[in-house]
């Protein structure tokens, strides 16, 4: 690997660590990096995932104070997410990857739209909110889909932060930041069960995912911090610009 690869993935790895903790973009930075340094679609794929699995280490390090009062919906959702990521770490490694590819524009571009439209500001960070009286019809829907997402992460990962985040957001009385520490965790398990899948039977490139994820755990740990300091209704805007975009980049390699 020539230097100028080598940093080409270091960076790629710090923007996308930050920009997937604070908004789940992470592949925005990431896959194309790995396309980049000439690896197959489906073993870009599955090295993004690895690297992305690593990462997310860091920036559930960085998010105990968003974590804070959620631990019964980790509980919850947590093993949700682990069983979702496996079965679509397993789709992958049976199925062609073009399967999802078609779809996923027009999810990732619905979930920006449903950013843009919702309200991030419910309760300040760090407080916990009493849900609304049609709790367990909420948490069906909520478990629903996040085990939807979870074996899309497994399966694709491109956007699935976005997906994560939207639906949480609609769906958890919460605040952006604490909303966004809590898909930071659940898709962190996702991604480590496929990684795990992944490292055993899939086509990683240890060469490349090396560089990439050491800029991915710079960048995953910085990202709270930053989350922190901006204003959630710029954040929430700015993630669901970022969104529509990367659901035009997809839609234009699928089509």
Same mark, same amino acid.
């Given at each position: ?5 080598f940093a ?8 996308a ?17 790995l ?12 090295t ?19 974590l ?21 770490a397993?789709?992958?490694?049976? &199925?062609?990857a073009g399967?999802?590819e078609?779809? /996923?524009?027009?999810?990732? *571009?619905g979930?920006s %739209? $449903?950013?843009? #439209?919702s309200?991030?500001d ?10 609304p ?13 996040v085990?939807a997402?979870?074996?899309?992460g497994?399966?694709?990962?491109a ?20 909303v ?27 060469? &490349? ?7 991915? /755990?710079?960048?995953?740990w *910085?990202?709270?911090? %930053? $989350?922190?300091? #901006? ?6 805007i700015?993630?669901?610009l ?11 390699n699928?089509?």
């Amino acid at each position: 690997m020539t230097p100028g690869l080598f940093a080409l993935l270091v960076g790629a790895g710090v923007a996308a660590g930050l920009v997937g903790s604070i908004g789940g973009l992470a592949s925005l930075f990431s896959y194309p990096a790995l396309l980049a340094a000439g690896l197959p679609a489906t073993s870009a794929n599955v090295t993004n995932t690895v690297s992305l699995a690593v990462g997310s280490i860091s920036t559930v390090t960085s998010s105990r104070p968003e974590l804070a009062g959620q631990l019964p919906r980790v509980r919850r959702l947590g093993l949700i997410c682990a069983l979702g990521g496996a079965a679509g770490a397993g789709l992958l490694l049976v &199925t062609p990857a073009g399967v999802f590819e078609r779809i /996923v524009p027009f999810l990732v *571009a619905g979930a920006s %739209v $449903a950013m843009l #439209l919702s309200n991030g500001d419910r309760s300040p960070a760090g407080v916990d909110v009493t849900e609304p009286a049609d709790t367990t019809g909420r948490r069906l829907l909520v478990a629903a889909g996040v085990l939807a997402v979870a074996v899309y992460g497994g399966y694709f990962g491109a956007a699935a932060g976005v997906l994560m985040l939207a639906l949480l957001l609609t769906t958890l009385p919460e605040s952006l930041i604490r909303v966004n520490a809590l898909k930071n965790l659940l898709l962190g398990l996702s991604n480590v069960i496929a990684a795990v899948g992944f490292a055993l039977f899939g086509p990683v490139s240890w060469s &490349t995912a090396l560089p990439l994820t050491c800029g991915l /755990v710079l960048g995953a740990w *910085a990202g709270p911090w %930053v $989350a922190r300091r #901006l204003p959630s209704r710029l954040l929430r805007i700015g993630i669901g610009l970022a969104g529509l975009s990367l659901a035009a980049k997809l839609g234009w390699n699928a089509f």
